[in-house]
T-cell receptor, first 114, second 115 residues
Framework: AAGVIQSPRHLIKEKRETATLKCYPI?????VYWYQQGPGQDPQFLIS???????DKGSIPDRFSAQQFSDYHSELNMSSLELGDSALYFC?????????????FGEGSRLTVL | AQSVAQPEDQVNVAEGNPLTVKCTYS??????LFWYVQYPNRGLQFLLK????DNLVKGSYGFEAEFNKSQTSFHLKKPSALVSDSALYFC?????????????WGAGTKLIIKP
Protein backbone atom coordinates (compact mmCIF):
# COMPACT_ATOMS: atom_id res chain seq x y z
CA ALA A 1 0.00 0.00 0.00
CA ALA A 2 1.15 3.54 -0.69
CA GLY A 3 2.51 5.42 2.29
CA VAL A 4 3.55 8.94 3.13
CA ILE A 5 6.69 9.82 1.19
CA GLN A 6 9.18 12.32 2.51
CA SER A 7 12.22 13.71 0.77
CA PRO A 8 15.05 14.06 1.23
CA ARG A 9 15.60 11.42 3.90
CA HIS A 10 18.80 13.07 5.03
CA LEU A 11 19.95 16.65 4.67
CA ILE A 12 23.06 18.41 5.91
CA LYS A 13 23.16 22.19 5.95
CA GLU A 14 25.26 24.88 7.52
CA LYS A 15 24.07 27.63 9.81
CA ARG A 16 22.12 30.42 8.13
CA GLU A 17 21.40 28.27 5.08
CA THR A 18 17.96 27.35 3.79
CA ALA A 19 16.39 23.93 3.53
CA THR A 20 13.20 22.60 1.97
CA LEU A 21 11.53 19.35 2.95
CA LYS A 22 8.85 17.71 0.87
CA CYS A 23 5.96 15.48 1.85
CA TYR A 24 3.68 13.46 -0.40
CA PRO A 25 0.63 12.22 1.51
CA ILE A 26 -1.19 8.98 1.02
CA UNK A 27 -3.35 9.22 -2.12
CA UNK A 28 -6.73 10.89 -1.42
CA UNK A 29 -5.56 12.18 1.95
CA UNK A 30 -6.27 15.87 2.10
CA UNK A 31 -4.69 16.79 5.43
CA VAL A 32 -0.98 17.08 6.12
CA TYR A 33 0.79 17.63 9.42
CA TRP A 34 4.40 18.52 10.12
CA TYR A 35 6.20 17.47 13.28
CA GLN A 36 9.69 18.07 14.60
CA GLN A 37 11.33 15.47 16.80
CA GLY A 38 14.56 16.23 18.60
CA PRO A 39 16.81 13.46 19.97
CA GLY A 40 15.00 11.54 22.68
CA GLN A 41 11.96 13.79 22.51
CA ASP A 42 8.35 13.32 21.60
CA PRO A 43 7.11 14.79 18.31
CA GLN A 44 6.39 18.51 18.44
CA PHE A 45 3.58 19.70 16.22
CA LEU A 46 4.60 22.45 13.83
CA ILE A 47 1.77 23.11 11.41
CA SER A 48 -1.04 21.42 9.50
CA UNK A 49 -2.93 21.95 6.27
CA UNK A 50 -6.37 20.87 5.14
CA UNK A 51 -7.44 21.29 1.55
CA UNK A 52 -4.44 23.51 0.84
CA UNK A 53 -5.26 25.91 3.66
CA UNK A 54 -3.42 26.15 6.95
CA UNK A 55 -5.63 24.48 9.54
CA ASP A 56 -3.57 24.71 12.71
CA LYS A 57 -0.28 26.14 13.87
CA GLY A 58 1.93 24.82 16.61
CA SER A 59 5.45 25.64 17.67
CA ILE A 60 6.70 26.52 14.22
CA PRO A 61 9.42 29.22 14.26
CA ASP A 62 8.89 32.36 12.23
CA ARG A 63 11.91 31.33 10.14
CA PHE A 64 9.91 28.36 8.90
CA SER A 65 7.06 28.39 6.43
CA ALA A 66 5.01 25.71 4.79
CA GLN A 67 2.33 25.24 2.21
CA GLN A 68 0.17 22.57 0.68
CA PHE A 69 -0.12 22.43 -3.08
CA SER A 70 -2.97 21.54 -5.41
CA ASP A 71 -1.83 17.92 -5.57
CA TYR A 72 -1.90 17.89 -1.73
CA HIS A 73 1.83 17.51 -1.33
CA SER A 74 3.39 19.86 1.18
CA GLU A 75 6.72 21.60 1.55
CA LEU A 76 8.36 22.89 4.71
CA ASN A 77 10.77 25.73 4.08
CA MET A 78 13.34 26.51 6.73
CA SER A 79 15.51 29.60 6.50
CA SER A 80 18.36 31.02 8.58
CA LEU A 81 19.01 27.57 9.93
CA GLU A 82 20.29 27.26 13.46
CA LEU A 83 22.10 24.40 15.17
CA GLY A 84 18.98 23.75 17.22
CA ASP A 85 17.00 23.02 14.08
CA SER A 86 18.83 19.69 13.77
CA ALA A 87 16.09 17.12 14.20
CA LEU A 88 13.95 14.54 12.54
CA TYR A 89 11.08 16.15 10.69
CA PHE A 90 8.00 14.03 10.18
CA CYS A 91 5.11 14.54 7.90
CA UNK A 92 1.82 12.78 8.52
CA UNK A 93 -1.39 12.64 6.54
CA UNK A 94 -5.00 11.84 7.21
CA UNK A 95 -8.29 11.95 5.42
CA UNK A 96 -10.37 14.90 6.49
CA UNK A 97 -9.86 17.35 9.30
CA UNK A 98 -11.24 16.48 12.68
CA UNK A 99 -11.90 12.87 11.88
CA UNK A 100 -11.35 10.07 14.36
CA UNK A 101 -8.77 8.26 12.33
CA UNK A 102 -5.12 7.88 12.99
CA UNK A 103 -2.32 9.82 11.37
CA UNK A 104 -0.09 8.06 8.90
CA PHE A 105 3.51 9.08 9.23
CA GLY A 106 6.34 9.20 6.75
CA GLU A 107 9.79 7.88 7.57
CA GLY A 108 11.03 11.37 8.34
CA SER A 109 13.69 13.71 7.03
CA ARG A 110 16.76 14.02 9.20
CA LEU A 111 18.17 17.52 9.11
CA THR A 112 21.64 18.16 10.44
CA VAL A 113 22.78 21.74 10.78
CA LEU A 114 26.53 22.20 11.15
CA ALA B 1 -5.24 21.56 29.97
CA GLN B 2 -4.87 18.47 27.86
CA SER B 3 -1.95 16.21 28.67
CA VAL B 4 -0.60 12.71 28.37
CA ALA B 5 1.69 11.06 30.88
CA GLN B 6 3.86 8.04 30.28
CA PRO B 7 5.35 7.58 33.73
CA GLU B 8 8.09 5.16 32.72
CA ASP B 9 11.00 6.30 30.60
CA GLN B 10 12.00 2.67 30.06
CA VAL B 11 10.43 -0.73 30.57
CA ASN B 12 12.48 -3.91 30.59
CA VAL B 13 10.81 -7.26 29.99
CA ALA B 14 12.13 -10.73 29.36
CA GLU B 15 11.11 -12.34 26.10
CA GLY B 16 7.95 -14.39 26.49
CA ASN B 17 6.73 -12.46 29.50
CA PRO B 18 3.71 -10.15 29.39
CA LEU B 19 4.42 -6.47 28.95
CA THR B 20 2.60 -3.30 29.97
CA VAL B 21 3.41 0.25 28.91
CA LYS B 22 1.48 2.78 30.95
CA CYS B 23 -0.36 5.87 29.76
CA THR B 24 -2.67 8.25 31.55
CA TYR B 25 -4.34 11.25 30.02
CA SER B 26 -6.25 14.41 30.80
CA UNK B 27 -8.76 16.01 28.43
CA UNK B 28 -11.80 18.13 29.07
CA UNK B 29 -14.10 16.14 26.82
CA UNK B 30 -14.23 12.59 25.55
CA UNK B 31 -10.82 11.20 24.60
CA UNK B 32 -9.67 9.66 21.38
CA LEU B 33 -6.61 7.63 22.35
CA PHE B 34 -3.80 6.26 20.22
CA TRP B 35 -0.63 4.21 20.53
CA TYR B 36 2.23 4.55 18.08
CA VAL B 37 5.51 2.66 17.89
CA GLN B 38 8.78 4.08 16.62
CA TYR B 39 11.73 1.91 15.66
CA PRO B 40 15.20 3.53 15.54
CA ASN B 41 15.48 6.17 12.83
CA ARG B 42 12.03 5.30 11.52
CA GLY B 43 8.70 7.05 11.36
CA LEU B 44 5.92 6.49 13.86
CA GLN B 45 3.68 3.55 13.09
CA PHE B 46 0.11 3.38 14.23
CA LEU B 47 -0.64 0.47 16.59
CA LEU B 48 -4.19 0.94 17.79
CA LYS B 49 -6.80 3.47 18.82
CA UNK B 50 -9.79 3.86 21.10
CA UNK B 51 -12.63 6.02 19.87
CA UNK B 52 -15.73 4.44 21.37
CA UNK B 53 -17.17 1.04 22.14
CA ASP B 54 -15.35 -1.83 23.78
CA ASN B 55 -12.80 -0.74 26.33
CA LEU B 56 -10.36 -3.42 25.19
CA VAL B 57 -8.87 -2.54 21.84
CA LYS B 58 -6.80 -4.92 19.77
CA GLY B 59 -4.17 -3.66 17.39
CA SER B 60 -1.18 -4.56 15.27
CA TYR B 61 1.55 -7.06 16.17
CA GLY B 62 -0.55 -8.66 18.93
CA PHE B 63 -0.79 -5.52 21.03
CA GLU B 64 -3.91 -4.46 22.88
CA ALA B 65 -4.85 -1.61 25.15
CA GLU B 66 -7.54 -1.12 27.74
CA PHE B 67 -9.38 2.14 28.11
CA ASN B 68 -10.24 2.87 31.74
CA LYS B 69 -12.33 5.97 32.06
CA SER B 70 -12.35 6.15 35.84
CA GLN B 71 -8.57 5.92 35.99
CA THR B 72 -8.10 7.98 32.79
CA SER B 73 -5.68 5.37 31.56
CA PHE B 74 -4.95 3.60 28.30
CA HIS B 75 -2.22 1.09 29.07
CA LEU B 76 -0.65 -0.87 26.22
CA LYS B 77 -0.29 -4.59 26.75
CA LYS B 78 0.93 -7.73 25.08
CA PRO B 79 0.62 -11.24 26.54
CA SER B 80 4.02 -12.48 25.35
CA ALA B 81 6.82 -10.09 24.44
CA LEU B 82 9.14 -10.56 21.48
CA VAL B 83 12.66 -9.18 21.13
CA SER B 84 11.42 -7.44 17.98
CA ASP B 85 8.96 -5.44 20.12
CA SER B 86 11.90 -3.41 21.42
CA ALA B 87 11.19 0.15 20.33
CA LEU B 88 9.93 3.52 21.50
CA TYR B 89 6.21 3.68 22.25
CA PHE B 90 4.16 6.86 22.24
CA CYS B 91 0.70 7.37 23.65
CA UNK B 92 -1.36 10.23 22.21
CA UNK B 93 -4.75 11.72 22.96
CA UNK B 94 -7.13 14.06 21.24
CA UNK B 95 -10.18 15.73 22.73
CA UNK B 96 -13.16 14.55 20.68
CA UNK B 97 -14.60 18.05 20.91
CA UNK B 98 -11.48 19.69 19.54
CA UNK B 99 -12.19 21.24 16.15
CA UNK B 100 -8.60 20.84 15.11
CA UNK B 101 -7.03 17.44 14.85
CA UNK B 102 -4.39 18.24 17.45
CA UNK B 103 -2.76 15.22 19.00
CA UNK B 104 -1.21 15.58 22.43
CA TRP B 105 1.75 13.24 22.77
CA GLY B 106 3.29 11.50 25.72
CA ALA B 107 7.06 11.67 26.19
CA GLY B 108 7.51 8.11 25.02
CA THR B 109 8.53 4.88 26.74
CA LYS B 110 11.49 2.86 25.60
CA LEU B 111 10.62 -0.81 25.66
CA ILE B 112 13.52 -3.25 25.88
CA ILE B 113 12.81 -6.94 25.46
CA LYS B 114 15.69 -9.15 26.55
CA PRO B 115 16.17 -12.65 25.12
Amino acid sequence: AAGVIQSPRHLIKEKRETATLKCYPIPRHDTVYWYQQGPGQDPQFLISFYEKMQSDKGSIPDRFSAQQFSDYHSELNMSSLELGDSALYFCASSLGLGNTGELFFGEGSRLTVL
Amino acid sequence: AQSVAQPEDQVNVAEGNPLTVKCTYSVSGNPYLFWYVQYPNRGLQFLLKYITGDNLVKGSYGFEAEFNKSQTSFHLKKPSALVSDSALYFCAVRDAGDSNYQLIWGAGTKLIIKP
